[in-house]
């Protein structure tokens, strides 16, 4: 089940990205695991050890069940991630990837 | 490294921003960084540009951290947001990263402000989908007016959970139920410690009012509860628990965890400064004088990052860091230190007395401590707590130790989830107290960085070693 805004008032201006090939609307000042529960991505990873789903814990860049990948870029920390235009997010699936490979 | 600045703060929360505004009021060359956009730290997060609603919704003692925000601003002192400190070594040298170049600053006094996380809530289910923090649930509030969508459960101890079950009720949020674990007898030992909480009477006004307001709502609130677990397979369903010899089920869609916060100590463990166990806080703290000053010359420690205080506490420990770093370089005499320091001591002194009675009462349970063997402790590496024990039957006299053998606390968070649980495991087991077990060592990065940014580093390295004049960004105090 998605996150949903409350009416807050913001004036932020809307930020379009790509999840998992889909084209979803965040908000400027979004972090992009915010952006990710708002349009209702559940399962942001699974585990290297047992395929289990995870999700974020913290949103505060503790816990590292957030990792994404951004723009080709894999083991990043969704909740400590400004989101931007354009910006490509992938789930990760598995064993972690070294970087660049 | 000559020294780029007289002043370095790591953490924008109160406890660095107080110390830098601090700082740079007493003239020294001030340089803040921090991981967020903006400053605030986590308690403040986004305050700077929350929208009159939200304000509204999170109360004074939010907006409290947008005058100290302002602080800041108004004495000049550099601030570079977005910025990873990923390694400090011992002579103060601060490698950071930002925008995917690293760094490198240096200063004869550095405050490391770092602040608190919140204490992992180990309990079977608790790695489904749909199971956060209760923080995490505020930090969405804060930064992006999010709310969890259908029947939320919130369960733990402590006043952050009234404070987000508030704030979530506020945000018009279907609260399923408030299951409090703190046991019974708790407020037994918390009372030998209430006339001194006393004296901190605004506390216990704010609990009061939080409590009827959830009491009005009629939001169902259970107390006592034990054998929780987080319903669900693929995601959480629910929570169940015994309650007054009664098993019940609450289905919801979120549950949020807390059973208070810990210090975040990743870079006083860098730089290997003495820490104590508390056996109030159940955490590690760094042993520090009142201006922060650590077992490491020139390197300070303020706020949650100390011990746990709070913010008000916070914001008073990073001024008299600033002070006591202003002091040990020769900028201000020894009374002029202490008559500044003095109205600071005071608002610490006011804001600790309530501590142990809080630590008291909100005491987590035995079974939050020392999970049953199947419960997962490491969420990285997916580690239960049962291997833990049998690690330790084996041999292993520390975490470190079952690092190796099990993994535990090996993977991307590199054991901040389960670190503090995993010392208490092996000190029941090997029945020795906590210090004499340890916490896992820490080593740079203490954050995965990209490699690129390693690459820049030597790029800047040989640089530095090419042109020797550019290099010298600031005056040569050294
Ligand atoms: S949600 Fe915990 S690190 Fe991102």
Not at chain 2, 114 to 142: C, D, F, H, Y
Not at chain 2, 360 to 388: N, Q
């Amino acid at each position: 089940m998605a996150w949903q805004r409350i009416e807050d008032g913001s004036d932020a201006v809307p930020v379009r990205l790509v999840v998992e090939g889909r084209p979803v609307q965040a908000r400027a000042g979004d972090t992009v695991a915010a952006a990710m529960l708002a349009v209702g991505v559940a399962v942001f990873r699974e585990t290297p050890v047992s395929g289990a789903p995870r999700a974020p814990l913290c949103m505060m860049g503790v816990c590292f069940d957030c990792l994404v990948e951004v723009d080709g870029r894999p083991n990043v920390q969704a909740c400590m991630t400004p989101v931007a235009e354009g910006m490509q997010i992938c789930l990760q699936h598995g064993a972690r990837r070294p970087e660049g490979a | 490294m000559t020294f780029t600045h007289d002043l370095i703060v790591i953490g924008a929360g109160p406890a660095g921003l107080a110390a830098a505004a601090t700082g740079a009021d007493l003239g020294l060359r001030t340089l803040l960084l921090d991981e967020q956009p903006r400053a605030g730290g986590q308690i403040y997060r986004n305050v700077t540009v929350a929208t009159r609603r939200l304000h509204g919704l999170l109360g004074a003692d939010y907006s409290r951290g947008g005058s100290l925000a302002e602080s800041v601003v108004v004495t000049g002192a550099e601030v570079r947001h977005d910025t990873l400190v990923w390694d400090v070594s011992p002579d103060l040298v601060v490698t950071g990263s930002r925008g995917g170049q690293s760094f490198q600053v240096r200063a004869p006094q550095l405050v490391v402000a770092t602040g608190a996380m919140e204490r992992a809530s180990p309990l079977p289910g608790w790695t489904l989908p749909g199971v956060l923090n209760a923080g995490a649930a505020q930090i969405a509030l804060k930064s992006g007016g999010l709310v969890p969508e259908g029947r939320v459960v919130v369960t733990g101890a402590g006043p952050l959970l009234l404070l987000v079950a508030c704030q979530l009720l506020e945000a018009g949020v279907e609260l399923a139920g408030l299951v409090e674990t703190a046991p019974a007898a708790n407020r037994r030992t918390a009372l030998r410690h209430l006339p001194a909480a006393l004296h901190a009477p605004s506390y216990f006004a704010k609990g009061l009012r939080m409590i009827v307001r959830l009491r009005r709502a009629g939001v169902p609130w259970y107390t006592g509860a034990t054998e929780l677990e987080v319903t669900g397979t693929d995601r959480a369903t629910g929570l169940a628990f015994d309650v007054g010899g009664r098993r019940l089920h609450l289905a919801a869609n979120t549950v949020l965890l807390h059973h208070g916060v810990i210090p975040n100590t990743q870079l006083s463990r860098l730089l290997r400064v003495d820490h104590r166990w508390s056996n109030s806080q159940l955490a590690w703290h760094v042993v520090a004088d009142e201006f922060g000053q650590t077992s490491l010359s020139g390197l300070r420690v303020a706020g949650d990052g100390v011990a746990i205080a709070g913010a008000r506490a916070a914001e008073a420990g990073g001024a008299l860091a600033a002070l006591g770093a202003a002091h040990s370089i020769g900028r201000l005499s020894p009374t002029e230190r202490d008559r500044l320091a003095a109205p600071h001591q005071k608002v610490l002194r006011g804001e600790c007395a309530v501590r142990p009675f809080l630590d008291a009462l909100y005491r987590p349970p035995p079974y939050i401590l020392a999970p049953a063997d199947e419960t997962i402790v490491c969420r990285c590496e997916e580690v239960s707590a049962g291997r833990i024990r049998e690690m330790a039957r084996l041999g292993c006299q520390g975490p470190n130790q079952t690092k190796f053998f099990s993994r535990c606390g090996m993977g991307p968070c590199q054991g901040r989830v389960c670190g503090n649980i995993v010392t208490q495991l092996l000190a029941a087991e090997l029945a020795k107290p906590p210090h004499a077990v340890g916490a896992y060592r820490i080593r740079a990065p203490i954050k995965p960085i990209p490699v690129g940014s390693l690459a820049n580093l030597q790029e800047m390295a040989d640089s530095v070693v090419a042109k020797p004049h550019e290099s010298t960004m600031a005056k040569s105090s050294e």
